[in-house]
């Protein structure tokens, strides 16, 4: 049972343009949400994050949208560079693990390609 | 470079043999923290490390095991491999406790690919 869903395995925007990356979440407990970016053949990077008590967060290009109501996050690239094409994870936060940490329930990652 | 070092970064070995990953943190970084990414899933958490002890344990089945020793490295045991347990193993480091706290980066290694044959 997924408990994070990217629905979209992939994304292609044009160089300029709004790149839109969707996040679907079943588990009403999660309470901080993160995104993550990935080229190949490295790790994942921290991009932006969100607490459940806010509903957006900007960072430069980079802007996180949350509706709680519909368990929705998505993540606004403006404009889209070629250099952000890599693999975007969707990370959310719950169940606390124990003392002073909580577990963090990963999507599978969309892949954006932005077409110079 | 996020500064944090796995190896091996490639290894095939075959069903049933246990093979041992490693991981160096950050400098100055006190918590590791294991996860693995297989073809058909997203990063899964399989275990914390807290400056030597374990802090939280996630989707981590038992033939797996880990530990940080005092110079905060970590290794992390693989044993009586299947063929599912074929995945990119990322360490990942980051100076407090919580692994989603505000203010606590979590930094990834560039992974170990491990292939079960």
């Known amino acids: 049972d997924q408990q994070v869903k990217q629905n979209s395995p992939s994304l292609s925007v044009q160089e300029g343009r709004i790149s839109i990356l969707n996040c679907d979440y079943t588990?009403?407990?999660?309470?901080?949400f993160l995104w993550y970016k990935k080229y190949p053949a490295e790790g994942p990077t921290f991009l932006i994050s969100i607490s459940s008590i806010k509903d957006k967060n900007e960072d430069g290009r980079f802007t996180v949208f949350l509706n709680k109501s519909a368990k929705h996050l998505s993540l606004h690239i403006v404009p889209s560079q070629p250099g952000d094409s890599a693999v975007y994870f969707c990370a959310a936060r719950g169940v606390y693990s124990g003392a002073g940490s909580y577990q963090l329930t990963f999507g599978k990652g969309t892949k954006l390609s932005v077409i110079p | 470079d996020s500064g944090v070092t796995q190896t091996p970064k490639h290894l095939i070995t075959a069903t049933g043999q246990r093979v041992t990953l490693r991981c160096s943190p950050r400098s100055g970084d006190l918590s590791v923290y294991w996860y693995q990414q297989s073809l058909d899933q997203g990063l899964q958490f399989l275990i914390q490390y807290y400056n030597g002890e374990e802090r939280a344990k996630g989707n981590i089945l038992e033939r797996f095991s880990a530990q940080q020793f005092p110079d905060l490295h970590s290794e992390l045991n693989l044993s009586s491999l299947e063929l599912g347990d074929s995945a990119l193993y990322f360490c990942a480091s980051s100076v407090g406790e919580g692994q989603a706290i505000s203010g606590n980066t979590i930094y990834f290694g560039e992974g170990s690919w491990l292939t079960v044959v």
């Open positions: 588990n009403s407990m999660f309470d901080y």
